[in-house]
């Protein structure tokens, strides 16, 4: 079983306009409502590719019950800490004209200390018995910055972790564990190391630093692939163009194909091949997470690997 942990779920809405006016009418010509957010996309793919998994976080409100129901009718396991505040909503529009996809986020809601405990203790009971962990996600609102290192200070030595996180909550982890990869988008890895990263080599050298702590660092470039970092090496992993319909989910589903191909006692570069063809067939689809494991598959053949030179430090 792979624990996939995120403390701000969506019930997502996308909808696809074949050509899209500003301040105009448009009439949808598809529109879908589904369980969505990091984690919940994350568990989306890993039981598409034939996983074992749970999904982890705070469901609310009528949004909560029709993304519990969603999870349900796609066959995904779940363990959701049931709060008082609704659910948040995102929309993704899709304009197949100017092949964009443009996200409106709805932040998430406050939760109490006491659903975080809650959340927290299902995730000791669940991880114990786990192959690997995902936790991913930002926080919500009053959120402590430790609640990602306190799930870490929880999970088994022997049980592979990856962490999707950015900034303070991200560091703090880093501070108190060594023995979990750390992955982030380049802005990401921006809002942790505190500064604008404008160029290719700049990305390479912030991820050097970190990896020079012992820690593994998976820096993703969107169409670019990602960057592999791991103290005295680094690759640059490149997956094949795609006919890209929404990139919205792409990352997520870069970190289900990592956390399945470590748990498969892959190395990290196998991992990362698999993870980036995961992230190429999601941005294949319309809906985040909803991948096929044909095209990942297919794509996985032509993924390239290739070493990073040293670069100035």
């Known amino acids: 079983m792979i624990v996939c942990l995120g403390t701000t779920p969506v019930y997502q809405r ?31 793919v890993l039981h598409t590719l034939g996983e074992d998994v749970i999904a982890l976080g705070f469901a609310g409100g ?52 006491g659903d975080a405990e809650a959340l927290l203790d299902k995730y000791s009971d669940s991880v114990r018995a786990a192959r690997g962990c995902v936790l991913s996600g930002s926080l919500p609102p009053g959120f402590d910055d430790d609640f990602y290192a306190r799930c870490l200070d929880r999970t088994p030595a022997a049980i592979p972790a990856v962490l999707d996180a950015r900034g303070e909550p991200l560091r703090t982890a880093l501070l108190r564990h060594a023995g979990f990869v750390a992955k982030m988008n380049r802005d990401e890895l921006a809002a942790t ?29 969107g169409a670019d692939g990602a960057l592999v970092v791991e103290p005295g090496q680094a690759w640059h992993v490149i997956p094949p163009e795609v006919a890209a319909r929404s990139a919205v989910g792409s990352g997520d589903a870069f970190a289900a194909g990592l956390i399945a191909g470590i748990v498969r006692r892959q190395s990290i570069i196998e991992a990362c091949t698999w993870a980036a063809a995961c992230g190429a067939a999601n941005a294949m689809t319309d809906l985040a997470g909803h991948l096929s494991r044909d095209d990942a598959e297919s794509l996985r053949r032509r993924v390239r690997v290739e070493p990073v030179p040293e670069v100035r430090t």
């Open 14 to 44: 996308s909808m696809v306009f074949e050509c899209l006016t500003p301040d105009g009418v448009n009439r949808a010509a598809s529109a879908h409502d589904y369980a969505s957010g990091k984690s919940i996309n994350v568990a989306r």
């Open 193 to 221: 190391v505190g500064g604008n990263l404008n160029s290719y080599e700049e990305v390479i050298d912030a991820a050097r630093l970190g990896a020079k702590e012992g820690r593994v660092y998976i820096v993703t470039l």
């Open 62 to 113: 009528r949004r909560g019950d029709a993304m519990l129901a969603d999870l349900d009718a796609a066959g995904i396991r779940h363990d959701f800490v049931r709060v008082a505040t609704e659910t948040r909503q995102c929309v993704t529009v899709i304009d197949r004209s100017t092949e964009t996809a443009t996200e409106l986020v709805e932040e998430s809601k406050a939760v109490s200390p």
